[in-house]
């Protein structure tokens, strides 16, 4: 929603437990205009009035929006205010009777129902439906719990995956409207899209995930869908989060490396090396199949830290950007390689080429369940012919 007489966009308001009492609205704002706002909160029936302030994130890529948080101090006699309204005038002089957004996160001091929350930012003109089925299920043999993506636009066939997946309880899909108020850019700097807005909008949909999963989620990863985290010696993410605590410190975020597996590129194997799966009917299905791209770019001293992801302790973390935080209680550790990295299986770039990319089968220890669950979904949502 706007706040009127200002470029401001408001997307969700959390009470504040850490550093200061306050509340955090999760915001776009136009960074040129000034960052100062009216607050008004209601509190059992009544109404209380403070003075608000935008922090603009630094990571908007000189875009002219960019997120802020508008952090409004809580009045002493508003204890738990139940809904927040953001203005550009003081009360007396505002004609408009603003909107209000629910306060979310009242109480800390409740039961995390999910060990691990996935945030994916964002779906926009989604139809890779084989891979974003793969990805899903994999997250599950993980151990994700829950996976919340911030959805523009997508292909019916994705719908329909998607709708599956919410009946089933794995998936929350949060409309992402956000091409209604500005436009967003399709890159990551203006010189190569234009736009109001860094890459679909994806910092703020991060922010508001991170927030919105806070207190019901131990851990989060801000990844995309086309990307897995993998351990290397043990299987899931139950197993891997007690090493990284264990070796790197509690409530830190753990920085995993970027490994590309380009899709488009087709390399011969040796005799060593195991075949990729192509499992029967899977042709009939839109999209990339992870299980038969095996070879990875070769990670070098300039790519090392390139385009990195995190898992982090939310509760431990204000300001989480694409790659990594702005602002953390405890920092980021970087994750050794052979003890976890990410396989990002996505479409090559001219400077890859065949006889460079490095083969590596990890992905197939999952192979067998993978091609079990993968084709019981497909089946289900009537993606995959009933005979095959």
Not at 151 to 158: A, N, R
Request: proline residues 6%.
């Amino acid at each position: 929603m706007a706040v009127n007489g200002k470029k401001t966009l408001l997307l969700s308001a959390y009470m504040e437990h850490r550093k200061k009492r306050q509340v955090r609205v999760i915001s776009v704002v136009l960074r040129s205009e000034d960052q100062n706002y009216h607050c008004r909160m209601c509190c059992n029936e009544k109404l209380y009035f403070s003075k608000g302030v935008g922090d603009i994130h630094s990571n908007h890529f000189d875009f002219s929006y960019g997120t802020a948080d508008i952090m409004c101090d809580i009045h002493k006699g508003c204890e738990t205010p139940s809904h927040i309204a953001v203005t550009n005038n003081a009360p007396s002089s505002d004609l408009h009777e603003p909107v209000y957004l629910e306060v979310k996160n009242q109480n800390k001091n409740v039961p995390l129902p999910y060990d691990f929350t996935v945030c994916i930012s964002t779906m926009y003109d989604y139809n890779n439906v084989l891979q974003l089925v793969q990805s899903l299920e994999m997250m599950q043999l993980l151990g994700v719990g829950r996976v919340a993506i911030y959805k523009s636009d997508c292909s019916p066939e994705t719908q329909r995956v998607l709708d599956y997946y919410t009946k089933k309880g794995l998936v929350e899909v949060i409309p992402w409207t956000i091409s209604k108020h500005l436009k967003p850019s399709h890159d990551w700097q203006p010189a190569r899209s234009p736009g109001d807005i860094h890459y679909y909008g994806q910092i703020p949909a991060l922010n508001d995930c991170l927030y919105r999963y806070m207190y019901q989620s131990k851990y989060v990863s801000l990844q995309d869908i086309d990307e897995l985290i993998l351990p290397q010696s043990v299987d899931s993410w139950l197993d891997l989060l007690p090493q990284l605590e264990k070796k790197y410190g509690v409530n830190k975020c753990y920085i995993f490396e970027n490994n590309v597996f380009p899709h488009t590129i087709t390399v011969p194997l040796s005799a060593s090396q195991k075949q990729p799966i192509e499992s029967p009917g899977w042709k009939y299905v839109p999209g990339v199949n992870i299980l038969a791209h095996l070879h990875q770019r070769p990670v070098t001293r300039e790519n090392k830290y390139h385009n990195y992801k995190v898992i982090v302790n939310p509760r431990a973390v204000f300001q989480p950007t694409v790659h990594g935080l702005l602002d953390s209680e405890k920092g980021c550790a970087w994750i050794d390689r052979n003890i976890a990295r990410m396989y990002h299986t996505r479409a090559g770039t001219p400077e890859m080429k065949a006889e460079q990319l490095v083969y590596d089968g990890r992905l197939l220890k999952y192979s067998d369940r993978l091609i079990l669950v993968v084709n019981t979904v497909l089946k289900e949502t009537g993606l995959l012919p009933s005979e095959v």
